[in-house]
């Protein structure tokens, strides 16, 4: 496993497997995300099989998949939420990491200062300044 951590509650990484969950839920982490797309996967590591290991690890699962290039608020809202909702850390992933750290860093908009989620996802080689623009907005509209 690769885990690169966000911020203290959240996390992201590459590709996990069903035999990665106990050592997640040992490593203290409560929530697990998933933001790839069962068509990028074959079954063993599809969202059916990665939700059985995990909650037999007594880890919660979401499954938020999220296209490449077609990001969307409702996919946004629903990381925001779970990441919210979670008991503890969260793990996210997706093929590489970096479809979990852009759509952790529109959910913070707002929480976060613009400047501060940009440097957290650089910081682990996810290129997020072009978001500025968006990320900006985003705050602006949550107040």
């Known amino acids: 496993m690769d885990l690169r951590q966000i911020t203290d509650s ?11 969950m106990a050592a997640l839920a040992e490593a ?8 790839r797309p069962d068509g990028e996967n074959p079954a063993p590591l599809q969202a ?3 939700q059985a290991a995990a909650e037999a690890a007594g880890l919660h699962f979401v499954f938020n998949p999220v296209v490449g290039g077609q990001m969307t608020m409702d996919n946004v809202e629903e990381q925001r939420d779970a990441i919210d909702a979670a008991d503890g850390p969260v793990i996210a992933y997706c093929a ?3 479809r979990s ?14 400047d501060e989620i940009i440097t957290r996802g650089e910081a682990w080689g996810y290129q997020l300044a072009w978001l500025r623009p968006q ?3 985003l705050a602006a509209q949550r107040g």
């Open 96 to 98: 590489s990491g970096n």
């Open 28 to 35: 203290g982490f409560t929530t697990v995300i998933c933001n």
């Open 48 to 50: 059916a099989a990665m």
């Open 10 to 20: 959240y996390s992201v990484a590459p590709q996990l497997a069903p035999t990665d």
């Open 101 to 114: 750290t852009l759509v952790w860093a529109l959910g913070q908009a707002g929480d976060l200062p613009t």
């Open 135 to 137: 990320l900006e907005a």
